[in-house]
């Protein structure tokens, strides 16, 4: 067994679960920030981590996700001093192991930590590397890494697959790609568009019919669900599909049983369902839009496909992708990118996703011709505007707020920024008449003060950290959890900077 690695700010609860991993014979080490964590986080060998939420340098909850992106991240259980149920939720959707309050009682921790080491143990036992087949699939993002890996988990099982995201995220590329990589991979792939389905011929391109069972039914008809037999029936927009359907083909997702239209028998179909929708269908079942069973059906693997605008580390290799495919398809020698095309398209918020991006290469694609270099030039008029423009709104200078001081005032010392002043007990919250007032949104080097460069960057960090103490103290006015709560410090770690700074919060000597 490797290693359990407490990050906390609290040095009671770092040596309380160093004592414990002793107790349990277990290898334990503890530090005091999340960037000490994450760093020994990527030298691998940890099996757990309890993480702290409330850390000097940042939110335990926020790097979630950069943890359980590195390559042997280990499962993880997050010490909160405060129930927080948008923390827990948060949470779990991040994959942590269990959400612990401070202080948990010993046995109740040993119990989870246990649990944890067991469920790992079994994980790493079987999990064998898998390679998939991911043709037309592109992506580098953390985003699309944890994708990948929900892909790998369902290739490998037989369960319905629920595919959510926005239009143009690639539901469908994904679907296929499951069903590439799993025991169907030979047998068809179905796509039935319930956008398209309507009223009258919906359960005859369903099922099928036999001949004469309607006028213009001159022949027998195999329907979709048959013709997915042994295969996968993928339902693209599943939350198009009207109410009255939605109860017969329930039926089918339970018995793999239907009749055909007109037919006076039952024919079976040995399919597996996946499904994929731009809409939150949870909401439509509590609006009564779409049934709840059907839903609970469906949603036995979730996917959920981030957008476009969420991992622009994608783009890049998406671009080559798709100019590498329109060269092969119109014949023409490779093209090369000016940076300007990258940074113009990074800039964009694509709410089409990957398919507007495609288009929008298309069509940069025909405008350079035989040009061997695609630049921002060819980019269509629309999206370099739209750009600009949002450039444009992010870089504008706002006016000074009355009172501030202008860039080419004159200062005695280096200015100091502070945070929103805690209004003093029985008054109302926000600043208060002795705010800080703020500076204008940008100021030249050249009007920056002297000795702001007189200093090194630690020297400069310390002086600030020492002027916020001095102002938390003033402005919390002796209340202990006020200070705690408009800092976001834990109890130890203030004193330690108060202790630090000659300090006291409420009246008695700092340190005792």
């Given at each position: 067994m490797g290693i359990i690695l407490i990050i906390d700010d609290d040095a009671e609860v770092r040596e309380t679960l160093l004592s414990l991993t002793r107790r349990m014979r277990l290898?334990?080490?503890?530090?005091?920030?999340?960037r000490e964590g994450i760093d020994r986080l990527r030298l691998g060998g940890v099996d757990v981590a309890f993480l702290d939420v409330s850390l000097p340098d940042g939110n335990g909850l926020s790097a979630l996700s950069e943890i359980k992106a590195l390559?042997?991240?280990p499962e993880v259980i997050i010490l909160t001093g405060r129930g927080d149920p948008d923390g827990a939720e948060l949470a779990i959707q991040g994959g942590v192991w269990d959400y612990l309050l401070k202080p948990s009682p010993l046995k109740d921790t040993m119990l989870?930590?246990?649990?944890?080491?067991?469920?790992?143990?079994?994980?790493l036992g079987s999990c064998a590397p898998v390679a998939l087949v991911m043709e037309d699939v592109v992506g580098r993002s953390r985003g699309m890494r944890a994708c990948f890996d929900a892909v790998a988990g369902a290739a490998g099982s037989g369960a319905s697959v629920l595919i959510t995201g926005e239009t143009g995220t690639g539901k469908e590329l994904f679907a296929r790609t499951i069903h590439m990589n799993s025991a169907r991979a030979a047998k068809p792939f179905v796509v039935v568009d319930c956008a398209a389905l309507t009223e009258t011929l919906v359960e005859s391109t369903l099922f099928g019919h036999k001949k004469g069972a309607f006028t213009g039914a001159d022949s027998d008809r195999t329907g979709l669900v048959k013709l997915a037999d042994?295969?996968?029936l993928f339902l693209d927009e599943v939350g198009e599909m009207p109410l009255n359907l939605q109860k017969a083909f329930l039926r089918v997702l339970q018995e793999r049983r239907f009749r055909p239209v007109g037919g006076s028998q039952e024919l079976e179909s040995d399919f597996r369902l996946m499904a994929a929708t731009n809409r939150n269908l949870e909401q439509m079942v509590m609006q009564g839009a779409f049934r709840s069973d059907l839903f609970y059906r469906l949603k036995t693997i979730s996917l959920g496909l981030p957008p476009l605008r969420k991992r622009p580390e994608d783009i890049k290799p998406l671009c080559v992708f798709r100019v590498g495919q329109l060269c092969e398809q119109y014949g023409q020698p490779l093209k090369g990118f000016d940076q300007d095309v990258f940074q113009v398209l990074e800039g964009y918020q694509w709410p089409g996703n990957v398919r507007e991006l495609f288009n929008v290469l298309e069509r940069a694609f025909v405008a350079a011709g035989t040009e061997r270099t695609l630049y921002a030039m060819h980019l269509p008029q629309d999206v370099r505007i739209k750009v600009a423009k949002a450039h444009l709104g992010r870089g504008r200078v706002a006016e000074p707020v009355a009172g501030a001081p202008r860039p080419d005032a004159?200062?005695?010392?280096?200015?100091?920024?502070?945070?929103?002043?805690?209004?003093?007990?029985?008054?109302?919250?926000?600043?208060?008449?002795a705010a800080a007032p703020s500076l204008p949104a940008e100021i030249s080097w050249a009007d920056l003060p002297e000795p702001l460069f007189t200093q090194t960057l630690k020297d400069c960090k310390e002086s600030a950290e020492q002027r916020y103490m001095e102002i938390l103290v003033r402005r919390a006015g002796g209340d202990v959890p006020r200070a705690l709560e408009a800092s976001g410090l834990s109890r130890s770690h203030l004193y330690a900077?108060?202790?630090?700074?000659?300090?006291?919060?409420d009246g008695s000597a700092v340190g005792a």
């Open positions: 290898n334990g080490e503890a530090l005091g920030t999340l390559p042997d991240s989870t930590l246990e649990r944890a080491l067991k469920y790992r143990t079994g994980k042994g295969g996968t004159q200062h005695d010392s280096p200015p100091v920024l502070e945070s929103t002043p805690i209004a003093p007990a029985g008054s109302p919250s926000g600043p208060g008449p900077l108060l202790k630090k700074w000659g300090l006291s919060i």
